[in-house]
């Protein structure tokens, strides 16, 4: 089954958390003015607009985050995975 593993892994992708934060902003204020429009409750005319801003700059500090937590595991992976061979003697950079 190693086949599998690798078929799966192909088509993954990071976790993108800002995004799920925003999406569910979106939805939040979606849903109070649509029960606001169907009468269930009463929710203020103004409250919609700072709510999605304060949504958008959250998401966007979350996934300045999950940048920088990915960029450090990358590194790190990167740096144990050294064959050992400083990068400035192989390929054209060759120092002569």
């Not at 849903?31 to 709510?51: E, I, R």
């Not at 985050?65 to 990167?78: Q, V």
Request: glycine share 12%; net charge positive; charged share 15%.
């Amino acid at each position: 089954m190693p086949h599998c593993e690798q078929h799966r892994s192909a088509y993954r992708h990071d976790f993108r958390p800002g995004k799920l934060f925003a999406g569910l902003v979106l939805i939040a204020v979606s849903v109070a003015y649509l029960g606001d429009a169907g009468d269930a409750w009463s929710t203020p005319s103004g409250v919609g607009a700072p709510a999605v801003v304060a949504g958008l700059v959250v998401a966007g500090g979350l996934n300045w985050i999950a940048y920088r937590l990915r960029r450090r595991r990358t590194a790190r992976i990167a740096s144990s995975e050294s064959s050992g061979v400083p990068a400035s003697t192989s390929g054209s950079q060759a120092i002569k």
